[in-house]
């Protein structure tokens, strides 16, 4: 869930109705529930991570909940070490945290950083937030971090510590990811990102066997015409995707990959179609690629939640369960 409002309704009902249906969704059986992560947006997207993640853990019991991501170098790794540990604790262990470089360059200029050094901070943050989950006292001396005798109180309640996914939308990243022992959020469907994860693991001896790795799709569940039900909301979409386009192409990096073959290019970011169709979709998508998971994107923010949930129901009936049995 990106929280994202681009109607500017009133924030505090808005944000209830996303977070019902998180809860909705917990009920059908998806098996986490990721908030998403940025920063100074117009639509107030991602706007504070830990709050939401709050108020999930207190209004759910067994699902898992995760961050979908936090921008690592724009936290101190110290600093969130403690505060997942926090959540970890008052989840009672049902946390998963996902940290990523982020792709935004005013994020960037925001703190007064160069986004030229995202992958060094995020290799130090990584570090460090390991290093703060030991549970013992660590020294740590790098370009962005000078730390001596640091303890972070409490230490999480899952051992060694929460999973740790990082995000990738690039071969890069992935390896990154695998170096450091961590599963991947996948935002491409290109082969080559998941064969770089797999090298970046077994670079440090790591069986790829017992790690985790996923890919998210927007989807929406309908009978009725794919381009008219998506012609409908068309403006929403398209704020939605130009959001990346645009902070992708500040950064220099590359368009992301959907893996989805249509001619308009920010329809090719949603999969619509009727349940059969969605499916033999997905398995195609799926089966040449080494996932264990696939995350589903909420709805472009500004639909109206009734549409949302009917949506988010047909695919916990329809997809859900063939999805479980793959």
């Not at 639509?43 to 909940?65: C, H, M």
């Not at 050094?117 to 995020?122: C, D, F, H, K």
């Not at 001396?141 to 899952?158: A, C, E, I």
């Amino acid at each position: 869930m990106d929280f994202r409002n681009p109607k500017h309704e009133p924030w505090r009902s808005y944000w209830e109705d996303r977070l019902w249906l998180m809860t909705e969704a917990a009920a059908m059986g998806f098996d986490q529930l990721l908030v998403q992560e940025h920063f100074f947006t117009t639509d107030g997207y991602g706007a504070s991570v830990p709050v939401f993640q709050s108020l999930l853990i207190e209004r759910t019991k067994n699902v898992r909940i995760g961050s979908h991501t936090y921008i690592l170098p724009l936290h101190h790794a110290a600093q969130l070490a403690q505060e997942a540990a926090v959540l970890d604790h008052l989840s009672e262990g049902r946390l998963d945290v996902c940290v990523g470089a982020g792709h935004n360059p005013a994020e960037y200029l925001a703190w007064g950083y160069s986004p030229k050094t995202r992958p060094s901070r995020m290799e130090e943050g990584l570090d460090v937030l390991k290093l703060g989950w030991s549970g013992v006292p660590f020294s740590y001396k790098g370009r962005y971090y000078d730390l001596n005798d640091l303890v972070v109180t409490p230490s999480p309640l899952q051992k060694p510590h929460p999973p740790l996914w990082v995000a990738a939308t690039a071969p890069a990243a992935a390896a990154r990811a695998g170096r450091h022992g961590a599963h991947l959020h996948a935002a491409s469907a290109d082969p080559a990102l998941f064969a770089a994860y797999r090298a970046g693991l077994e670079q440090v001896g790591l069986d790829p066997i017992h790690f985790r790795a996923s890919n998210a799709w927007c989807i929406t569940i309908t009978d009725e015409d794919p381009d008219e039900h998506w012609n409908r909301y068309k403006d929403l979409h398209f704020e939605r995707w130009d959001f990346y386009r645009k902070i992708r192409a500040a950064m220099g990096d590359a368009a992301l990959s959907t893996g989805l073959p249509r001619a308009e290019y920010y329809r090719a970011f949603d999969l619509v179609g009727s349940a059969q169709v969605v499916l033999e979709a997905l398995h195609s998508l799926v089966a040449p690629l080494p996932l264990t998971d696939i995350v589903l994107s909420n709805m472009a923010g500004g639909i109206p939640r009734d549409e949302a949930y009917r949506n988010l129901k047909a695919i916990g009936e329809q997809i859900l369960p063939v999805l479980k049995s793959w």
